[in-house]
Structures are given as C-alpha cells and as structure tokens.
C-alpha cells in the first residue's frame, strides 16, 4: 500500500485492516494524531484523506490506500503557521493540547470547505471532537476568526466574554 | 488485526455475493467505523473480509420514469442520506458527527449491533425492503423480516415505495403479459414523512430513542422506533390509533419493551415515547 | 511590558497547535513492550488459584508479574498525612471491585500481551459486594474492606471526621424553621483525552527512565521508590507536559508496574489504557451522599446547620480521607454559621476507588450547600441574593474549624453576579460589604463567633 | 410540550494549595553567558498553564522580557521538588516557589552588576533586561553583559533557589475539628448564575448562559485564567446536567465504557458564557493571585439545580439532573409528593435520605 502523506510518498506495510492511526503513528512515526480512544468518539486522531476529515482510528489502512493523508504536521510549522493554528495560539484554543490536532484538522476542513464561520455551524463541525479543558468556547472563537489571518503573535486575543473589575 | 486475514475486494455485487458465499467466517468492511477499532481493540482475526468499496453498492436510485422505488445500496454513505426527505434525512444527520457520517454507510447501520440502528426506523416507516445474499442465494424480503432474522447476511440494498416529493412514479405499468394496468400501489407512496428524536444536540453519543413516521397517499400511517430494543420496531397498535394521538402514544408506549442502557433507562423511554409519537403525528398532519 | 497581568499566549501554544508537543505516548524507545493487564471480572471475590505458567510460555511474551512480584506490595500514598495503606498495587487474596489489576504481562505486541492474560489462569469465588453507602452501618452487611464499612483511621481512631461549633440543640430550638434535604452529585471521569500511560525505560547504569503522564512527577517518583524499595536515584521521572489531568492522574497507576516489568524484561515497557479501561477501571470522582438540615429564622440568618456526609470512596481509601476532611473544613460553604455538628465518614464499596478530581472534597459541599441555600430561600420567601448576602463570609467571621477569614470576597461576587444579570438589590443589601459584621449585619447569634485577632 | 425557562444562582469558596497545607514547591533559576534565564521547577503542566504563568512571574520578577525565559519542568533530575498540579496550587505555591528564586537571582545580578559598575547594589535597579543607577539612569549595564561578567570575569554562575511551604496544620481537636492556624493558603470566591431551558414533557434540561464572577487574587494572565473559568463551567455544566459514571447508582450496572455512551459534554452544549474577573488581592500570592482551577467547576451544579426549579417548580438534588430524574420528580409533583411539614419542620428528600435506606445510623433529621 501506498498513501501520499503530508506530501510525500509512503510506503504502507501494515496488514491492511490496521487502523491509519496506527500506521501513522507505529509505522511512519507521523505523531500529532493521537489516540484518545480508538474508537472514533473523541476526534484526536482526525486527519485529512484527501482533503476531507476522518478518523483515523476508523480507518482501515487499505481504504486510505493511493489517498492524500494530511496531518496537522502538513498544514504549518512552527516557523510557518497555518491560518488555523495561528488562531489556536492566538485564542489560546489549546489547554493541554492533546485533543488539538484533531480539533485543528476539523476546523481547517470546516473553513475551506467554504464554513460561514458562524457559532452553530462551527459548534456542529467540531461537535464529535472532545475537548475536556477548554469547554470549547476559545476554540470556536479561533475558529471564526481564522479567516481574518493576521494576528499579532506576541499577544493573546481578547475576550469578548470578559469583563475585569478591580 | 491479524496478519493472516485474507482481504477480498469485489469489483461488483455479483462478485461481493461471490466472496461472501455463506458468510461462514466471513467478515465485511463497508465503512469500517465499526469492523476496524473492533479488530483493532478486540483482537478479532476473522479468516476473510470482503471490503466493499468498490462493490458497486454505493448509490441512491430515486425513481425516474416508471418507477416509483428508490433503492439505496448498502454501501451508501451516510451523510449522502442526510439530504433525503423525513424521516430519512433528520434521522441520518443525527448520526455520529461529519466525520462519522462520511465514513458510516446505511448497511452498516442497518446490521450494527443494538445502539447503532437509527436508520432501521425511518425505513420501517417506509416500508422497505431488503435485498441482501447468504446461505440461500439472493432473497428480498422485507427490512422488518430481515432485521428480525439477524442471520449474518450480506445486505446489498434497501428499497421502498419514494416519498411523492422524491418525484417520479407512474399510475399505470406493464404486466408482464404486455397488458398496461392501472396500479394502485401509488396509494402506499408517502405524502409525509416526520422524525422526532430524543436528546440533546449531540454527536458522539449514541440515540437515545427516535420515532419515524410516514403518512402515505392513501391516509395509511406507519411508525416505527428505534431505542426501545436490540433493533428498530414498527410501532403498529400506535398505527392503529393513529387518528388520536393520545391513544397512539399510550399504545405505543403499551407495545415496546425497552430496556436499561448507560443512555437512558427503560421507564424513561416508556414514559417519553408518547411524546415522540405525538411530535411525529402531528408533523404528519393526522389525528385532531 | 510587563509580563504579569498580560495576555500572553501559551508557553507551548506552538507546540499544541503543529502536533509537535510530546506527550509519553509520543516517546519512542528502541525494543518497546507492551503491556496488557489481568483484570478483575468480579465486583468482591476471593482469588482462589492464579498460576502465570501458560502465560509465560506464550509467543512474544517477555515478562508477567502478579503481586508476589512486588517488594512493597502496599504503600499509603498518604502516610505522611497519617492514612494508612490498605490497597495492594496488584491484587493478592482478593479482588474488591470489577477491573482491579490482578496480573501484567509484557509482550512484543499488543495483541501478543492480551493472548497472554487470556492465557493466566485465575479462579474466583465471588462475595456479596457492598454498593449503596446508605447501607453501610447496617448489622448484617457484607464487608467490602478488611477496615470495614468505614475508614476508622482519623485521628484517635475515631470512624468519621467530626466537625462541632457552638449548641446545635440551642440553634434548633432558637429556630423558626428546620428545613433538610439530601444532596447526591455523582461519580464522574475525570476524562483527560490522553488516557493512562507510562513507558518506563530501563537504563545501562541500573536507573529507570519512566516517562509518565502524572500531575505530579515527585508524589509519583515516592510512590514508584517505595513499592520497589529503592531510593529516589534510580529514578528519573520525565513527565510535566500533561494531556489533561483534573485529578485522575494522581493516582500513579501505571508507573511502577511498568518499571518491575521493564526490570524483569530489560526492556522498556509501555501501558496505556485503552479508553474503555479509563471509562471503567480507572478511578472517578466520588459519589456523595449529603444530608443538611438548617435551622434558620424566619428573616433569613442560619442559627446552625446539622450536616451527615457519607462519602462513597469505592475498594480502597486512596485520597479519601484526606476529601473528606477537607469537605468538613468548607461545609458552611460560602457562610457563617455559628453552630455546627457535622459527622463525615469516608464509606467504603466495592466499586472503582475514587480519587480527586478538580474541586475535591468541596464540589460536592458545593452542590449541596448551594442548592440547599436556594430551597431555604425559596421556603422562607426571601430573595435568594439577600439570604446569600445576609450570611456571606465576612472579614472577623470565623470557619468551621475557628479559623478567622481575612479576605472573604463573597459579598463582591455576589454583587458582581447582580449587576451582570441586570438583578436590583434592595438599598441596604446594595451596600453590603465584606467588612467586620456590626449593627443590622451583626445579630446577637453571630457575637460569639466573631474572631477577637486581628485579620487583615 | 411546553419549553420553560429558569434562572438561578450560586456562590461558593474554595482554598488554595492542599487542604492542612504540608505542599511544598521549590524551583531553581540559573543565568546563561548572554542573560538568558532558564528555570527548572517541579511543576507539571497539566494544560493549566503552569509553564506560562511562572514563566511570567520570573520575568517580571528578575526585570527581563518574558522571551527571555525558557522553562523546563520536563524530569526529576533537574526540576526539583514540586507536590503537583492539583488543589490549585501551582500558579500559587509553584508559583511562589518561582518567585523567590527570581528574587535570589535579581539579588544576585544586582550585586554582580554593582561589581562591574562599582555602584552599591542597593543603588541600583534592574528592568527590562537592564540594570541601572536609580539616580542616574542613564548609567545602565544590560543583564547579559552582567551574565558575561559573571562567566568570563568572576568565574560564577548567577542561580536562586526558592522554596515555598505552608508547614502542615494538624487538627488540634479531634472531636470539634478545631485547627491552630490556617489550614490552607488564600480563599478564592465564585458565584455563578445560570439560565436554563426545560422540556417539561421529556424533562430534558439545556444551560443556556453561564454569568460567572471570580475573585481571583490578581490575574497573572487572563487569557488562560478564562481558559479556566471557560474549561471548568463545561465540567460544571456535565456534572450538573450530563455525565454520571454510575447511570443508576449505586447499581454498578450499564456503566458507559465509551463516549459514545457516556454523557461527555461536546461543543454542542455550550452556552453563552459570561466572564467577570474581580481582582481583589491576596496578601501572601504570587503577585497577589489566588489558585481558581479547582473551583472552576463547583458553582454551575447548584445554580442549574435552582434554575430547574424556576422553571418548573421541582427539586432535583441528585446529579446529574437528567431528562428521567426531572420527569419523575414532576410526576411526583404532579401526584402530590412534596416536602413533609409538620411545625416548623421542613424534610425535603425523606425518599432518598439515609433513614430510608439503612438502619443502623442512629443520625435522625431533627
């Protein structure tokens, strides 16, 4: 089997029922999806194939056979960031970030497949992927926000939900 | 996820029936977001499976000229259904999330163990047939027959009389000895179809219980449920009572035997499926 | 600019969003193992045979170790607080709840260490389990814990943690209204997304490598030193970046395990809990049973409160002692009472052992006090704010324990909350403030608990 | 079917560091040849920020940028002893524990500097990387080039350690629970409003706004202080209206093995919420701060239970508050069960109470 993964060919040797997730991250040593319960409830692992979000832990290596798989490590470095990492940092949408990646993927699939951006429709996209510390809100508003792009980096983002009193 | 499992992929139904033979061992990958983590954390090695994505199964007929079935393959994937008409569509988008729904395919949903069903509800309402191969070959028969069978075969497409707003259909066809008959089967085709469901917005825990109906051509009402047993259930004595729904409620509530699960107990799903009924009902347009 | 009181973004907010962060299970260590552990079928049974031979004899496995395997078998993670041990690490002559660990076994693969513990055979005479803490006290009951019913260990040996201020019999009689309820939040998961893990590396020097997901990498390192009986610097705990933790992973319930097994092995060895061992073998917050009764005047001041806490601390005590006086010390909650007479008992079950989970102890106070405050409310007819208000912590008033409070911010809050949903105090509550009580705020009944030292 | 509508209100306390104290954190800090700050704490970052929030309180407190700062709690061999993230603790203790090493570093750039600048160390102040007289300023040395004086000229290397500890608080008295000294460090307060939905024919329950306010000492950093306030009214909202463990308790029965059983609070129940931070400082915080993350989720329950209430005239004091538990509590209603009164006795909850249950605790309601 051979997948073309975050742009590079590669070579899949797992029996072919094997969960992508395990392939990616036993055989190729790609690590950001995570295995959160590998048993497509939590969304850890989502990745792109072919441009549409799946689970990887419900996906049969064979069926991601010739496909496009892309990590969250495709989408941006840390030198370069994508628009919807950029968000995270900024909205300080990670807590403890292990429910990041796939929360990434699903919303980079959500904006370019044309998403308004608005509440609802962010909460729908994102509503199979679960988040224990953030409660989701700073996530859905990095993920309205995305499109605008350019962020000062140095700073977080403010909240429209607060309100400081001495 | 055993090395030694032999993965057979057929190239058409004809093929899949083929590999499948008796299913005798036999395990089949449609989607695979029940057969993969399954393998993956249980440690199952089946000696075969037949993955069926290229089994030619994938597809939504809605009936064209002369027609007025639709047919699904079994291999369709679920969010290809959310657009359908009630009570498909609603039922199909309460699913999993996105992700889960472009995966998931209708067979797969129709023979999942208890919990997963929720689409045997609205294609019970529908009246739908099964055609599905096994032991014996080929065999259509109806969804409700094959759902109470359970006898591990290969399901390859449902079929059911189209909803009006589906279009297509005829009033007259050809019999077989060349002569054109009217056909008053139009009168079983749904003019209404509704879904209520209970729970909160969710998408990655399961249906708690869900009600479909559909009002056809000719006044009939057909309901049925998922929820309230291993697998769905046409709700027939609330049919009978459809005209009050009141008393339909209480008599579906007085047919079902649901059960205890993490989801919801047995008396809650006893003491609210009335209340489905009555939503359903009354998008349906029938009874006072 | 100042870094304190900035906007900052996340230290590893990079690292989060790019998927570079490494959590334990991100690590990668030539000739890993992995680990698969024997559990318990049974909520109370009695071991009555386990013989590893099959299991060791089975393809790929490197190592099995049962409880005879380990050098301290028992150890209190809380000693220092003077709380005994009670809990085997691996379980010896009887299993106390469904999922207790019974037996480990290292193998080349995973599928290679479950065919091994299918393989470990283990028999069972099964006992009559305890699961409803209400029961607890009855003559006939079945024991879940070689303790009893209850943790007798707090001090002086006394069964329960007892909390007395002032007369309650005064407060009862002073009364207009004696008003109880029960209160009984559930046990919950605490839920990180990154489940139970460990990967422990032996190293050529004769140290252990553990990376572990633990809150806390020293309270863990003790608890691995002394079940192995070896000193801190054969240790070396590489942890700190946690995929969620609220509680869970305090427990330390992987680390030790993996390092006798990568001892055994020389190996390294990984375990990670599948989530279904999370959901059900893993500890949960606690389910309370809480039961108030209040007595209070018809204008609104609580003369005294009697509270009955049964804590459900599951098989074994862990943390529980220690929540359960911690939930002692908070039981007025967010108010000054003046009389108090509070029982708490830490009741064991044969369910999952609980441990902390964010709020510990007080959660469930929380939950009952406020929900209690609001049924007051609403029986005397007085405005949920005001009786709030009128009972506020306030600066000289004094804790259940007699200790003065110094900042009590209770009024602030509460006037805040107002303001944000566009609620209108009554003038005199309006004006309430967190200041030593005096005049109105100060009724005869809260004389004498009032602090006479000096607080700021 | 009728939707009704409820609101309802809570207020809470909740103690900084371990319950008794006893929780000790230490830290050491050590300069590099360029003024570069690395700190090694014990401390672990459990996605509350401990990494963020004491590399902030270093930076301001030795006087350099906070980009200066790389933190490393990644292992017990150079991190020293932390008692763990857990009992909001670690922005507090962890946190002073930081900031006393901080101070042992400023202290000890400033004598260094002095050296070099042959100024008293007591004359001289330290800000944004620069050490400089405070009555001349303009006479100014940057910290890397005192780090470099240290390595190159002195032979030293410029490190604090700090250490914090509230030594443990035994219980005086036994019997009346009586403790000599404080039994924890700052007291946080919280109160939460909550406006509920509520389905009267199926008893489902939706939170729709979560109004909070927190006194938080002083808000080292408000974008993950509200990560937390955020993070923790989820918890909230699943403990008061989703998640059990034990769906019928103390039955052990149909436990929920996955999330696709268990009640885990999703994206699709998040309500608007509304933030209000108070800074209200505590005498011996890190800059004032008290520790909040714990109590981030006690407030919620309670507020939800009294705005079911509002909405539709029943007590549910058993949690979570599920669509069965509101249902069987308005077919009580309805069939005529309430509180019993008699006097002035008011017994709410008898059906659940221990003395309907068990026999042999002689603990009676009144």
Redesign the interface.
């Known amino acids: 089997m051979k997948i073309t993964l975050n742009g590079a060919d590669a070579q899949v040797d797992s029996?072919?029922?094997?969960?992508l997730l395990?392939v990616l991250?036993e055989e190729l040593?790609v690590?950001?999806?995570?295995?959160?319960?590998?048993?497509?409830?939590?969304?850890?692992c989502?990745v792109l194939i072919d441009g549409?979000?799946?689970?990887a832990?419900?996906?049969?290596a064979?069926?991601a056979d010739g496909s496009e798989v892309t990590?969250?490590?495709g989408?941006?470095?840390?030198e370069a960031?994508s628009p919807?990492?950029?968000a995270?940092?900024?909205f300080?949408a990670?807590?403890?970030?292990?429910?990041?990646?796939g929360m990434?993927i699903?919303a980079t699939a959500y904006l370019d497949k044309g998403g308004s951006g608005s509440r609802e429709e962010?909460?729908?996209?994102?509503?199979?992927?679960?988040?224990?510390?953030?409660?989701?809100?700073?996530?859905?508003d990095a993920v309205a926000a995305a499109r605008e792009g350019d962020f000062d980096?140095?700073?977080?983002?403010?909240?429209p939900?607060?309100?400081?009193?001495? | 996820?055993?090395?030694t499992?032999a993965?057979l992929f057929p190239c058409s139904p004809g093929e899949a029936i083929e590999a499948f033979g008796d299913g005798d061992g036999v395990r089949i990958?449609a989607?695979?977001?029940l057969?993969?983590?399954e393998?993956?954390?249980r440690g199952g090695a089946p000696e075969q499976?037949v993955?069926l994505?290229g089994a030619g199964l994938d597809f939504v007929k809605e009936p064209c000229d002369g027609e007025i079935m639709a047919r699904v393959g079994a291999m369709t994937p679920v969010d290809r259904l959310c657009t359908q008409p009630a009570p498909i569509g609603p039922a199909a988008r309460g699913i999993?999330?996105?992700?889960?729904r472009?995966?998931a395919t209708l067979g797969g949903n129709l023979c999942a163990p208890a919990g997963f069903g929720d689409l045997q509800a609205p294609l019970l309402a529908l009246d739908a047939s099964a055609r599905s191969a096994g032991s014996d070959r080929e065999r259509t028969e109806s969804l409700e027959d094959f759902l109470a069978a359970r006898d591990g075969r290969l399901l390859l497409e449902v079929s059911y009389v189209a909803p009006l707003e589906m279009g297509g259909g005829m009033h007259l066809r050809t019999t077989t000895d060349g002569r054109r008959v009217f056909d008053d089967s139009h009168y079983s085709r749904p003019a209404a179809g509704a879904f209520a469901s209970l729970g909160r917005?969710?998408?990655?825990h399961f249906t708690v219980m869900s009600v479909s109906g559909v009002r056809t051509v000719g006044g009939e009402v057909r309901l049925a449920a998922v929820g309230v047993g291993p697998v769905g259930v046409r709700l027939r004595a609330a049919e009978a009572l459809a005209h009050d729904p009141e008393a339909a409620g209480a008599a579906a509530a007085e047919e079902v035997n649901p059960s205890d699960d993490p989801l919801a107990s047995g008396w809650y799903r006893r003491r609210t499926l009335p209340s489905l009924v009555r939503r359903v009902l009354s998008e349906l347009e029938v009874g006072s | 600019m100042k870094a304190v009181g900035?906007?900052?973004?996340?230290y590893?907010?990079?690292?989060?969003?790019?998927?570079?962060?490494?959590?334990v299970?991100?690590i990668?260590a030539h000739g890993t193992l992995w680990a698969k552990a024997l559990r318990s079928p049974h909520d109370y049974a009695t071991i009555t045979r386990l013989d590893t031979t099959a299991a060791e004899n089975m393809p790929g496995v490197r190592a099995v170790i049962t409880h005879a395997d380990v050098p301290l078998l028992e150890y209190g993670h809380l000693s220092a607080l003077g709380i005994p041990a009670d809990e085997p690490l691996l379980a010896k002559d009887e299993v106390r709840y469904k999922g207790q660990p019974i037996a480990l076994v290292a193998a080349e693969t995973t599928e290679q260490a479950a065919d091994a513990v299918a393989a470990i055979e283990v028999d069972f005479a099964p006992k009559t389990p305890l699961f409803d803490v209400r029961k607890a006290f009855d003559a006939d009951v079945s024991q879940p814990h070689h303790w009893g019913t209850v943790y007798p260990h707090f001090e002086e040996s006394m069964d329960r943690r007892q909390i007395r201020k002032g007369s309650i019999e005064k407060a009862f009689d002073d009364a207009d209204k004696i008003i109880s309820g029960v209160y009984r939040p559930a046990a919950i998961e605490?839920?990180?997304?990154?489940?139970q893990v460990c990967l422990s590396v032996p190293e050529p020097d004769g140290r252990f490598t553990i990376y572990s997901c633990t809150q806390a990498l020293y309270f863990s390192m003790g608890v691995v030193a002394a079940h192995m009986q070896i000193p801190l610097n054969r240790l070396k705990f590489v942890g700190g970046?946690?995929?969620?933790?609220?509680g869970g992973k305090v427990d330390t319930a992987t680390e030790t395990v993996c390092t006798l097994l990568a001892q055994r092995s020389g190996r390294p060895v990984k375990w990670?809990w599948?989530?279904?061992e999370e959901f059900l073998c893993s500890s949960t917050r606690a389910p309370w049973h809480m039961e108030i009764i209040d007595a209070v005047t018809d204008d609104g001041w609580i003369l005294g409160r009697k509270m009955l806490t049964l804590h459900d601390a599951g098989a074994y005590a862990r943390f529980s002692p220690y929540g359960v006086t911690k939930h002692s010390f908070h039981h007025t909650g967010a108010y000054t009472i003046p009389n108090l007479h509070f029982d708490g008992y830490v009741v064991f079950t044969n369910r999952v052992p609980t441990t902390a989970m964010r709020g510990y102890g007080v959660t469930s106070v929380s939950f009952a006090v406020e929900s209690h405050m609001s049924r007051v409310a609403e029986e005397l007819g007085i405005d949920p704010f005001e009786l709030r208000l009128k009972n506020a912590n306030r600066i000289g008033d004094t804790s259940p324990n007699g200790i003065a409070y110094t900042d009590p911010s209770t009024v602030d809050v509460l006037h805040?909350i107002s303001e944000?949903t566009g609620n209108e105090l009554a003038p005199g509550y309006a004006a309430a403030s967190r200041q030593r009580r005096a005049g109105e705020w100060l009724p005869d009944h809260l004389l004498a608990q009032i602090s006479d030292t000096e607080v700021h | 079917m009728a939707i009704q509508k409820g609101h309802g209100i809570a207020s809470i306390e909740y103690p900084t560091g371990m319950n008794q104290n006893g929780d000790p954190s230490q830290a050491w800090i050590k300069v590099k040849p360029d003024g570069r700050i690395d700190v090694f704490s014990g401390t672990t970052?459990?996605?509350?920020?401990s990494k963020t929030i004491q590399s902030q309180i270093v930076a301001d407190t030795i006087g350099v940028p906070y980009d200066w700062i790389t933190f490393d709690n990644s292992n017990t061999d150079s991190s020293p002893v932390c008692t763990g993230t857990f009992a909001s603790r670690a922005t507090f203790v962890a946190g002073k524990a930081v900031l006393k090493a901080a101070q042992r570093v400023r202290e000890r750039i400033l004598e260094v500097a002095g050296q070099e600048m042959e100024i008293s160390p007591d004359d001289l102040d330290l800000d944004d990387g620069d050490v400089f007289a405070k009555d001349a300023p303009t006479r100014r040395m940057s910290v890397g080039d005192v780090a470099a004086a240290a390595t190159w000229t002195y032979g030293e290397l410029i490190t604090g350690t700090g250490a914090h500890l509230n030594p443990y608080v035994p219980i005086v008295d036994s019997s009346t629970g009586e403790v000599d000294s404080p039994p924890h460090a700052a007291i946080s307060y919280a109160a939460c409003a909550a406006d509920v939905e509520v389905n009267d024919e199926t008893g489902e329950v939706r939170v729709l706004r979560l109004i909070q306010a927190y006194d938080v000492g002083r808000?080292i950093?408000?974008?993950?202080l509200?990560?937390q306030i955020?993070?923790?009214?989820?918890?909230g909202l699943g403990l008061g209206v989703l998640e059990d463990s034990y769906p019928y308790y103390p039955s052990v029965d149909n436990r929920a093995g996955?999330?696709?059983s268990y009640y885990?609070?999703?994206?699709?129940d998040?309500p608007e919420?509304?933030?209000?931070?108070?800074?209200n400082p505590s005498v011996d915080g890190p800059y004032g701060a008290k520790g909040i993350g714990e109590m981030a989720n006690n407030a919620q329950p309670a507020a939800i239970a009294t705005a079911v209430h509002d909405a539709v005239g029943v007590w549910v004091t058993e949690l979570p508050i599920t669509p069965e538990r509101v249902l069987a509590a308005l077919d009580a209603k309805s069939g005529g069960s309430g509180p019993r009164r008699e006097g002035k006795h008011v017994a709410y909850d008898e059906e659940i109470s221990i003395n309907a249950v068990g026999t042999g605790l002689a603990w009676r309601a009144d």
Do not use: W
Not at chain 4, 45 to 49: A, V
């Open positions: 029996p072919p029922l094997t969960p395990h991250r040593g690590l950001s999806a995570k295995a959160g319960c590998e048993n497509g409830g939590c969304g850890a989502t549409s979000p799946r689970r832990c419900l996906t049969a064979i069926a990590t969250v490590e989408l941006g470095t840390p960031l919807v990492q950029k995270f940092v900024h300080c990670a807590q403890c970030g292990f429910c990041t990646p990434v699903a962010i909460t729908e996209a994102l509503a199979g992927h679960v988040c224990r510390c953030t409660g989701y809100l700073k996530i859905v980096m140095s700073v977080a983002a403010e909240s939900h607060t309100q400081v009193r001495a | 996820m055993a090395a499992t993965v990958l989607g695979g977001t057969l993969v983590p393998l993956h954390l499976v993955a994505s999993g999330d996105g992700e889960i472009a995966a917005p969710h998408a990655h | 900035a906007r900052l973004p996340r590893d907010g990079v690292g989060h969003a790019t998927g570079r962060t490494a959590f299970d991100d990668r605490q839920m990180p997304i990154e489940t970046t946690v995929g969620g933790g609220f990670r599948t989530r279904e805040a944000a | 970052d459990i996605g509350n920020g808000a950093n408000p974008a993950l509200e990560g955020e993070g923790g009214a989820m918890m996955d999330f696709g885990a609070p999703s994206s699709a998040l919420m509304v933030n209000v931070i108070i800074e």
